[in-house]
């Protein structure tokens, strides 16, 4: 958990501690306490256990073949080939990229930066702090895009999902992943400008092709086109993380 302010306890005399020692509470010893602090505990080192047991992989990889298996059944072109490109963008980037920036994300925060108040090391700690949250929403808003892409009966849920992905990566942006970015060994690399909003604009025509996917009749030419610029994009994406991805299995 993240240390939001500094407790200064006042100085005590022995004979006031003595006289109060039955009335003080053993809080941590506590029945009543022990039990909520060892959820808490739990839950601070989720983030750590995630990295290290390289959970994210497997995860994508399992969305990847529910997609691809889904794209099987598809009852349109449109929607066939939307779960296709986005099969192989959740097994061939997602899944090696997003590992790479929750390590990063790990190695960032415990073990570059230190609690500040000032100077060059509050603005590391800060930036260190916004590629986290980051990242975390980046990889949320993208399980409920592929999750909803999964669960979805019909066409118009699949688009609405693969709308969600896209709108995950727009937001990992907006919260401040181009000024926050760090490299691999968690070292800070703010992206340009001109960069983080390219990658917006381009994230946005996607987003807004598939909710237009999403509006369209099941036969009609929008639908097909909207499909098809959906698809085209993730494809891109998918062969962006080719190299990442043969770079991870090398390591391993």
């Excluded at 800060?126 to 669960?151: D, E």
Aim: proline share 4%; aromatic share 6%; glycine share 6%.
């Amino acid at each position: 958990m993240d240390a939001m302010a500094m407790a200064f306890t006042p100085a005590i005399s022995t004979d006031c501690l003595n006289s109060n020692s039955q009335r003080l509470p053993h809080r941590i010893s506590s029945p009543l306490i022990s039990p909520i602090l060892t959820p808490i505990t739990t839950a601070s080192s989720s983030t750590t256990s995630l990295a290290s047991a390289k959970i994210l992989p497997f995860a994508y990889a399992g969305f990847s073949g529910a997609l691809l298996y889904k794209a099987t059944k598809a009852t349109t072109q449109a929607e066939s080939i939307v779960l296709l490109a986005v099969s192989a963008l959740s097994f061939l980037n997602f899944s090696a990229s997003d590992n790479a920036k929750l390590k990063s994300a790990k190695l960032a925060y415990q073990s570059k930066t230190k609690p500040a108040s000032a100077g060059k090391e509050k603005q590391l700690r800060q930036a260190a702090l916004t590629w986290r949250k980051a990242v975390r929403v980046k990889i949320i808003g993208q399980f409920l895009g592929l999750a909803r892409m999964v669960i979805a009966k019909e066409s118009v849920g699949v688009m609405r999902g693969a709308a969600i992905l896209m709108a995950s990566s727009m937001m990992y942006f907006i919260t401040g992943a181009g000024r926050s970015n760090h490299d691999h060994d968690g070292n800070w690399k703010p992206l340009s400008a001109n960069t983080v909003t390219g990658v917006l604009i381009i994230n946005a025509i996607l987003c807004g092709a598939a909710l237009v996917a999403a509006s369209a009749s099941l036969d009609s030419t929008k639908l097909n086109v909207a499909a098809r610029i959906y698809a085209a994009g993730a494809i891109v994406g998918s062969l962006e993380g080719i190299p990442q991805f043969i770079k991870a299995i090398i390591k391993k």
